[in-house]
């Protein structure tokens, strides 16, 4: 069984960087078809996904957030990180990391596993 968990600072002002680590278990990052996602929630909205970096290394961005989005991995701590430079309140969230075996899935928010979500909120 694979578990996921989320962490960073709850805080951050507007126009500084959001940082978020996930950390696997039970499962390796580098294991075939596995694509790993960044989502999030915003208040009285649905699921957004922000991006996703594949068991390969390849990383892939909703475009409306590509230019302030990184997705990096430590494989050695089996962690994968977002990077969300230029926060303004509107990326006020409860941001997720999630698991699904194929592109279609993770596209389509239909993930097999899935962290408890840590709430970020971008205030000064």
């Known amino acids: 069984q694979v578990h996921m968990q989320e962490s960073g600072p709850g805080l951050v002002k507007p126009s500084q960087t959001l940082s978020l680590t996930c950390t696997v278990s039970?499962?390796?990052?580098?294991?075939?078809?596995?694509?790993w996602s960044w989502i999030r929630q915003p208040p009285g909205k649905g699921l957004e996904w922000l991006g996703a970096?594949?068991?390969?290394?390849?990383?892939y961005y909703d475009p409306s957030l590509k230019s302030r989005t990184s997705i990096s991995r430590d494989t050695s701590k089996n962690q994968f990180t977002l990077q969300l430079s230029s926060v303004t309140p509107e990326d006020t969230a409860v941001y997720y990391c999630a698991n699904a075996n194929t592109y279609y899935d993770t596209m389509n928010l239909s993930y097999d596993y899935r962290g408890q979500g840590t709430q970020v909120t971008v205030s000064s």
């Open positions: 039970g499962g390796s990052i580098t294991r075939n078809n596995g694509y």
């Open positions: 970096i594949r068991y390969s290394g390849e990383t």
